[in-house]
């Protein structure tokens, strides 16, 4: 009997604990969706590049979350309760999350397709150094012998605009695509 007594109460208390679970209450200061995305898209980021290789990661002296909450003008107590009201809100919280996989997604496929561009131009420079007659046909126009030095040079110089593109762009944040 005293047993059933006990088991009966620890699940009454457990009932009971349950039901008075605190929601957090909507900020004053709460980071809008869009931008909330954009902060966590750019904290995971960092932090999958600091656990990819952390050594040069740490020598770069880029604080993560520091830089993403002074790049977003946002400060570590305010994404903290953003977070847990968009946490206790599932709803909001599962759009947040879908929409950072979405644009880690975009990013994939831009990058996928940087690199292929990158492996046709190697591809196309490795091709005209192998050429032992040193001259090679236009795939345009068959009849017109061209130098490797100049298809070589138009390679290069299309590779180095690829390289100033790939360069000059940081990824844009996630509500801008």
Partial sequence: MFKKFILLFSISVTFVACQDIEKSEKPENLIPEEKMVDVITEISLLQSARNFNKRIFENTGIEGQEYVFEKYNIDSLQFKRSNDYYADNYE???RIYDSVKHGFERMKVKLDTLQKQEQRLKD??????RDSLGKVKDSLNPEEEREIEEISDSIINEKDSLDRLVNDSLPEPMSRN
């Avoid at 196309?124 to 150094?129: H, L, T, V």
């Fill in 92 to 94: 909001i919280y599962q």
């Fill in 124 to 129: 196309s420079i490795a091709e005209a150094k």
